[in-house]
């Protein structure tokens, strides 16, 4: 497993449109949906509403489960997630590359959620159909 192939991974999960978020209801019930993300410093960044179902959860449970939507070509991100603060400027003109949104002048969509890897799980294209694994310490170690 060399960095270059997780270099690789992680590029292309970082510039797909969209992933997969799962978190923890209460009573331990998954909640998935799909969401916009940012990846930069190693971890991914989702932003949204207050009062959203996932913001809830991850408050009372802050594991997590990002998923890239290709399943010729998994990409698995188990993490913890909190709601961070002070970040929209450094987000602001990632989300606005990406998706044409202004994070800052939204005034629905104002909470950040930070997901820090903890593992990482592939295989299809990059890892001709074999799994490959990375430690959260792998993937948060500079390449």
């Known amino acids: 497993m060399t960095n270059a192939t997780l270099s690789e991974i992680l590029r292309r999960f970082a510039e797909s449109d969209c992933s997969w978020l799962t978190t923890v209801r209460p009573g331990c019930r998954p909640h998935s949906a799909p969401i916009w993300h940012v990846w930069t410093n190693s971890r991914a960044y989702v932003v949204t509403t207050p009062t959203a179902v996932k913001v809830t959860n991850i408050r009372q449970n802050s594991a997590v489960v990002l998923t890239h939507p290709d399943p010729h070509s998994a990409i698995i991100i188990d993490g913890q997630?909190?709601?961070?603060?002070?970040?929209?400027?450094?987000?602001?003109?990632?989300?606005?590359?990406?998706?044409?949104?202004?994070?800052?002048?939204?005034?629905?969509?104002?909470?950040?959620?930070?997901?820090?890897?903890?593992?990482?799980?592939?295989?299809?294209?990059?890892?001709?159909?074999?799994?490959?694994?990375?430690?959260?310490?792998?993937?948060?170690?500079?390449?």
């Open 81 to 143: 997630a909190s709601i961070v603060h002070g970040m929209d400027d450094q987000l602001r003109p990632l989300f606005k590359e990406k998706y044409d949104w202004d994070i800052v002048t939204d005034e629905d969509y104002t909470t950040i959620i930070e997901i820090t890897p903890q593992k990482l799980l592939a295989w299809g294209e990059e890892g001709a159909g074999h799994l490959k694994r990375w430690t959260g310490e792998e993937l948060l170690a500079p390449m």
